[in-house]
Structure formats: structure tokens, C-alpha cells
């Protein structure tokens, strides 16, 4: 499936939209081909299409992916 | 007294009516029933200061105070409270800042200093390896920070003293003054620079340069911040390189990002504010406080001959990137940096300020507020040239600025009531840059506590709804994670909990910060650096949230002292409302019946009755049964 993401390139995760394709339909197989470093993957918040999501959820074909570390404070 | 470790255990006395300064002992057991911080000297407050005083009388205290661990080795161990009664709500007034002060003043020979009465001229008050005086500051009065900072440096002969000072606003006690440490590191929200104004006080100039703070274990304590260091730097993490800015592209990205006074949750043009942009356009570099590796401060330089920034003032952050910028609806980080070196050099709270200048644009564009009634001024969203013209007035105490910066309330009565509706504020305190629409937890954050609306009062919620979030806090039994706009009762106990330990983090004066996710300690690894410093078994974890939960209860009486009820905790219309434009929260409202529900469990939670009061049981509970009948 292909899918679109962006998020922290400091966590290896392209800073603007990019295309991915994947075998698995899910959030970690995202960090799996950024190659997030497993101590902040359980870290990230995702957006999904505009909407706030959940780790565990299923994707789908041309989602759009934001992976945040979530901002806090002031 | 025997001896402590950490601590000198002495508390100095100024009474600027008599010019009279003393010295008294700290006894042990106020440190193991109260730790420090905002919840010592709220004890010593509760104790001293009668209900119902005028705070800009010479009848008010104005509390400085540190911590058994202010000044150690750790990091982030660096925050001064400074607790008195608010002239902006009229309650509970406590505020918190980094810098070098702190522990500057522990340096000196001090953990806290209580000042009380009204000096007749101006005075700046000098303390040095342990000897305290009252030198005139006639000189200094009107003066900005900069000048006054130079100025008192160089009369003390010595350049490395720490100085906390008010400026004009302070002075001519505007409801939101703040006190501004080393021109940068303020004291802000509530108006306890008026205070210190309103006793002529300008200055709090500290040196130590003799004593070494004894540490019970100290290479159990150098071998605690060792590894913790050692292992935060193994994790990836933004917060050193972009600190607090990054929270423009994050709150955006969830929507949240406060634009146009609190109607939109995104900002078209955030890009300009975002942290990538300050990198690239007016970043100087980063600037620190005392012993903290991550190096959040910004210092900010412009001259390019329209705008100009001085260094010295730091530079603008998150929150006030959202005052001066998406909340007015200005998309510029040069005019943001100048509001914020404006507010800096009188000591004018940022937040409140650019809120407040929000509420005036609203107000002016539905034709609530005239152009006649602001002095000729056009103040349409995104005008940053009035914006700035405003604040001047507002910072200077001018005019119509003089009306706005006297708070909300004020501001309502001067131009009608039907303004009211657009103030997003609380106990007359306005909304710090996280829209609570988005971030349930923070709407209990804005309605609940004594100090007013606080975005620094617990975890945020978007970081809690994730599984690395919530294991963070597994320690205080925060066990999965919880969607962000949650308000069950299950997210309210998580709420409770979660202010209890943040409460701890204030009276022992740890920067939120230097605690994961964003910094070195664990929560579990703060008990163990308080016992190596102290060699006191009762400060562990358990201690921190059990005194967290007592200073929620002590504010609370003061509160309840000074006339405010179950009626101010609440938000403002307009969060019961959808929020408009995009992002992922637009059409999230606070539903009305959901968040009673949450605040009266809270209520039932901390012991309360259903009007808020505590009971008798929450006082013995909270070993604080020298409160009964005094409320």
C-alpha cells in the first residue's frame, strides 16, 4: 500500500510529504522503513488524514501521515 | 540546629516600612512538610498574611523562595517561586523562573527571603556571602532592566551578580508586572512585580561567593546526574536544538496552535513563526540557566533598520510567539521579538499582554471597541504595527494602555460588558497558547488551579496519549495512555495526579524541562537525587506527589480566604463552542455537562465538598489540620 509521510527529520522522517510504500498496513512499519529509533518510536503521536490518531491503528491506501513527538509546556 | 545538607535553612526578613532586615532559622520540619518552593512559602503565607488585604498594600508579603536541591549539581535545579496574593485574580498568586537567581541566592546564604511593608523612596535590596542590605534605588526608578541591571552591577563592584528586577510595569503595578532575572528569566502571569513595585522594591541583587552548598552524599549525587545524562543524550530528542519553538509546528500540526483570540486552532501562515524560521532569520543563539544541558533559551539580534532587538533580552518563545503572533494574527517573528523585548524591558507579562491585544482586535473588528476609544489605533487581526504601538502604551502605563493592563475585568468595565464574551481568560488570568479544546486535560488545567489558567500545571495530553508518554509517569500509576480530548474521570485522576507531582516539581524548583520526555531526570530518579543530597529517607517520590496534592489544598483555602468560589473554575463561553477554521480539532468543543462532571470529581477526589471546600478529612489527610476553621 502507498501511503504519504512527514514528521521530525532529526528522528529520520522526511520533513516534507514524501510517498512510501509498504507491506504492512501499519503505524510501526512506518518507523520500520524510517528507521526511527526504537526509544522514541512508542513516543510518537500520530496525525492520520488531518485527524488525531492512534499508534495501534490500521492504514489505508493514500493515507496522509504526520509523525509528531508531542510538544508540551511553554 | 543541627546541621542540613543541601540547605542553609535560613530565611531572611525584610521589612522595607522599618528598613529593617533580620535573619531566622528554616526549622527541618517545614523542609520535610513542605519541601520548598511555592508550597513553603505558602505555608509561610497562610500563616502570616491576613484574608482580605490589599496585595499592593504594605500589609502584603512577597515571598522569594528556593529548595533543599536549588543550586545543586542536577539539572534544572535552578527555579525561584515567587508567592504572594495576585493583584490581577485577587487570590493565590505564584510564579516561577529559571536563570542563575536561585541558586545565586542559596550561594548567598538563603533559601527564601519574606519582604513585607512599603519602602517611602525607591530601594534596591543587596544580599552577599550572608549580609543583606537596603540601598537606594531613587536613581534607578523608571529606568529599564538593562540600564538598571548595568547600573546596580556596577555600584556592587561586581559583575557576576544576580539581579531580579521589576521595570516600568512593575512600577507602576500594572496586574500582570512580572519580576525578570538576568533581563530574561521572568516571573510572569500574576502581577508579583506590581507587588514588589507597590513596596518600592526595584531590585534583589544576590551574590555568594564563599559557602559551598554541603551535600550529604555527594558522589552518590555526582554519579546520579552522571548517568542520567549520559542516558538522556542516547535519545533522540528536538528540544536542545529548537526548545520551546517548537511548539509552533506541533500545536499547529494537531491543531491546537491558538489564532485570531482563540478562534482557530491552526494559523495559515505558521511557517513564519515556526522554528525552522527563527533558525534561519533572527537567531543569535541559545542561551541556558544554571547547570541545565539542554539550553532551551533563545537569544534573538535584529537591526535591519525597521526593527530592531537587543541580545540581551533573549528572545521570544513558544508562548509568546502565540500572543504576539497566530492569537493577534500577525505572521512576522520581527514585530513578535520586538513585543517581547517591549515586555521585557518594563516587565510586562507576555502571555497576558498579547492576549489581551487579541481581545482587543476581536473587540474592534465586531465593533465592540472603537478607534477613537484606542487613541486613533486600527487594531484589525494582523496590524502588527498597532499591536506594537498598543503595547508601548500598555507597557508604559499610558492612556488606554493603562486601562488594558490593569487586566480583563478592568478592561471589560472601561468598554462595556458585551466585551466580555471574547476575554479568554479565567479569575481574570488570560489562557496561556494551547487551546483546551484540543487538550481535555488542559481545560481542568485553565479552570482549576488557585493560580489561574497554567499550561506549565501538568503534562499535556497529546504527549500522555501515546505508550511512551504515560510509561513515563508508571512511577505515580498513570497506566495507558488516554485519547487527548478525554474528560473521564479516569483522565481526571491522571490530572490529579499528574498537578501532584508538578506541584512537587515547584517546591523544590525543578524545571519541568529537565524531566523526561523533554530532559535527564526520571521522576523516579528525582527521589533518589533529593535523598543524596539531603540524607533524608521522607523526600522520595511519594513525598513529592503527597505534597503536591497538600499545595492544591493550600492554595485552595487562600483562595476561598480571599472570596473566590466553585464559580471560578470554570473556562470561558467560548471553549463550549466549536472551534472554527481547520486542523484536527476544528468543530472539538468542551462539552458543558462532561467538564462539571470533571470538576467536581476532581473536587471529591482531593477531598473537596461539592463546593470545593475541603473537608476536614482532606486536612488531616493532608497534614494540614492547622487550617481548620481558618477558611
Not at chain 2, 101 to 111: M, N
Not at chain 2, 385 to 399: R, S
Not at chain 2, 452 to 461: F, I, K, R, T, W
Request: aromatic share 10%.
Amino acid at each position: 500500500m502507498k501511503i504519504t509521510v512527514r514528521g521530525e527529520p532529526e528522528f529520520g522522517l522526511p520533513k516534507d510529504f514524501e510517498e512510501v510504500e509498504l507491506q504492512e498496513s501499519t503505524i510501526e512499519s512506518v518507523m520500520e522503513h524510517f528507521n526511527v529509533d526504537p526509544k522514541i518510536r512508542k513516543h510518537l503521536f500520530p496525525i492520520v488524514n488531518n485527524k488525531m490518531g492512534k499508534l495501534s491503528q490500521e492504514l489505508q491506501e493514500g493515507d496522509k501521515i504526520i509523525l509528531q513527538s508531542p510538544y508540551s509546556g511553554g | 540546629m543541627d546541621k542540613m545538607y543541601g540547605a542553609w535553612g535560613k530565611l531572611l526578613r525584610v521589612d522595607l516600612t522599618a528598613k529593617i532586615v533580620t535573619t531566622e532559622d528554616i526549622p527541618e520540619i517545614l523542609f520535610k512538610r513542605y519541601l520548598g518552593g511555592n508550597t513553603l512559602a505558602l505555608y509561610y503565607l497562610l500563616q502570616e498574611q491576613k484574608a482580605g488585604i490589599d496585595p499592593l498594600s504594605p500589609e502584603a508579603n512577597l515571598i522569594f523562595m528556593t529548595s533543599f536541591v536549588t543550586g545543586t549539581p542536577g539539572p534544572g535545579l535552578s527555579r525561584i517561586s515567587i508567592v504572594g496574593k495576585s493583584p490581577l485574580t485577587g487570590g493565590y498568586g505564584e510564579t516561577e523562573a529559571g536563570g542563575w537567581w536561585g541558586p545565586e541566592l542559596k550561594f548567598a546564604g538563603y533559601e527564601g527571603i519574606i519582604i513585607t511593608g512599603k519602602s517611602e523612596d525607591p530601594v534596591y535590596l543587596s544580599i552577599k556571602d550572608g549580609v543583606a542590605e537596603i540601598k537606594s534605588a531613587k536613581h534607578l526608578w523608571g529606568e529599564k532592566l538593562k540600564e538598571s541591571d548595568n547600573a546596580i552591577k556596577e555600584e556592587l563592584g561586581d559583575p557576576k551578580t544576580r539581579i531580579a528586577l521589576i521595570g516600568e510595569s512593575g512600577e507602576k503595578m500594572s496586574s500582570y508586572a512580572c519580576v525578570i532575572n538576568e533581563l530574561k528569566h521572568a516571573n510572569g502571569r500574576l502581577g508579583m512585580g506590581a507587588v514588589m513595585g507597590s513596596k518600592n522594591l526595584k531590585a534583589i541583587a544576590v551574590r555568594g561567593t564563599v559557602q559551598k552548598l554541603p551535600l550529604y552524599n555527594e558522589e552518590r549525587v555526582k554519579t546520579i546526574v552522571r548517568d542520567l545524562i549520559k542516558e538522556w543524550k542516547e535519545i533522540p530528542n528536538t528540544f536542545p536544538k529548537y526548545g520551546t519553538m517548537r511548539g509552533v509546528r506541533a500545536t499547529q500540526e494537531v491543531g491546537v496552535f491558538p489564532t485570531y483570540n482563540f478562534r482557530h486552532g491552526v494559523f495559515d501562515d505558521f511557517e513564519n513563526l515556526a522554528e525552522t524560521t527563527y533558525m534561519e532569520t533572527i537567531l543569535k543563539k541559545t542561551g541556558t540557566c544554571y547547570r541545565c544541558p539542554i539550553s532551551c533559551k533563545r537569544v534573538v539580534e535584529i537591526d535591519d533598520g525597521k526593527y530592531k532587538v537587543d541580545p540581551a533580552y533573549g528572545g521570544s518563545e513558544y508562548e509568546t510567539t502565540m500572543a504576539f503572533g497566530s492569537c493577534c494574527g500577525v505572521n512576522d517573528l520581527k514585530p513578535v521579538s520586538v513585543a517581547h523585548q517591549l515586555c521585557q524591558q518594563s516587565g510586562m507579562d507576555t502571555i497576558s499582554a498579547g492576549v489581551t491585544i487579541a481581545w482587543v482586535m476581536e473587540c474592534f473588528e465586531n465593533g465592540l471597541i472603537s478607534k477613537d476609544q484606542l487613541e486613533g489605533l486600527e487594531m484589525k487581526f494582523g496590524n502588527s504595527e498597532n499591536m506594537l504601538i498598543l503595547l508601548e502604551k500598555m507597557c508604559t502605563m499610558e492612556g488606554v494602555g493603562a486601562i488594558l493592563a490593569k487586566g480583563f475585568k478592568n478592561s471589560i468595565a472601561h468598554f462595556g460588558e458585551e466585551t466580555a464574551k471574547y476575554a479568554i481568560h479565567v479569575k481574570n488570568s488570560a489562557f496561556p497558547a494551547h487551546d483546551p479544546r484540543g487538550k481535555a486535560g488542559l481545560a481542568l488545567a485553565y479552570a482549576l488551579p488557585s493560580a489561574g489558567p497554567d499550561h506549565m500545571e501538568v503534562q499535556h495530553d497529546h504527549v500522555l496519549a501515546t505508550e511512551g508518554g504515560a510509561a513515563l509517569y508508571e512511577a505515580i500509576g498513570i497506566n495507558e495512555p488516554l485519547p487527548a480530548t478525554d474528560l473521564s474521570p479516569k483522565k481526571v485522576r491522571n490530572f490529579f495526579v499528574n498537578q501532584s507531582l508538578y506541584n512537587g516539581f515547584n517546591a523544590i524548583g525543578i524545571c519541568d524541562f529537565c524531566v523526561r520526555p523533554n530532559g535527564p531526570f526520571t521522576i523516579s530518579s528525582i527521589g533518589e537525587y533529593m535523598q543524596a543530597v539531603t540524607g533524608w529517607e521522607s523526600v522520595n517520590l511519594w513525598n513529592l506527589i503527597k505534597i503536591g496534592e497538600k499545595h492544591s489544598t493550600m492554595s485552595r483555602i487562600f483562595n476561598l480566604r480571599e472570596g473566590l468560589t466553585v464559580k471560578d473554575d470554570t473556562l470561558p463561553e467560548r471553549m463550549f463552542t466549536p472551534l472554527e477554521g481547520g486542523g484536527p480539532c476544528a468543530g472539538f468543543f468542551i462539552d458543558k455537562e462532561t467538564f462539571d462532571k470533571a470538576i467536581r470529581t476532581y473536587y471529591a477526589i482531593n477531598l473537596w465538598d461539592e463546593e470545593g471546600v475541603p473537608t476536614e478529612t482532606c486536612l488531616y489527610q493532608n497534614e494540614l489540620d492547622w487550617l481548620i476553621g481558618e477558611f
